[in-house]
Nanobody, 121 residues
Framework: QVQLVESGGGLVQAGGSLRLSCAASGLIFSPRAMGWYRHAPGKQRELVAGITSSGVTNYADSVKGRFTISRDNAKNSLYLQMNSLKPEDTAVYYC???????????????WGQGTQVTVSS
């Protein structure tokens, strides 16, 4: 059974840094793509950053230059280094993985339970 577990959220002052981690377990194959999404109150869930199995990354315009996504394929882990945090970065952050759960299954999306990031002004 595939599971994604996030960690590293918390409360930080504006200008500070946090590092989110996501550990994937129960995998047969390494995810084709992984990403971090966030959901702030009153807003739609949005993609923060994504990374492919070969390391190609993409970022939301609002976090470019401040956030860095990375992954360790050997550990099936995903990370998000967040620097220069702003109050508008406050949200629940979710880990996402696109993968095949079994040998002949189609690709499916899996989500973690989310971790709260709160940035105070």
């Amino acid at each position: 059974q595939v599971q994604l577990v996030e960690s590293g959220g918390g409360l930080v002052q504006a200008g500070g840094s946090l590092r989110l981690s996501c550990a994937a377990s129960g995998l047969i194959f390494s995810p084709r793509a992984m990403g971090w999404y966030r959901h702030a109150p009153g807003k739609q869930r949005e993609l923060v950053a994504g990374i492919t199995s070969s390391g190609v990354t993409n970022y939301a315009d609002s976090v470019k230059g401040r956030f860095t996504i990375s992954r360790d394929n050997a550990k099936n882990s995903l990370y998000l280094q967040m620097n220069s945090l702003k109050p508008e970065d406050t949200a629940v952050y979710y880990c996402n993985a696109e993968l095949r759960p079994a040998t002949y299954s189609p690709y499916m999306n899996y989500w973690g339970q989310g971790t709260q990031v709160t940035v105070s002004s």
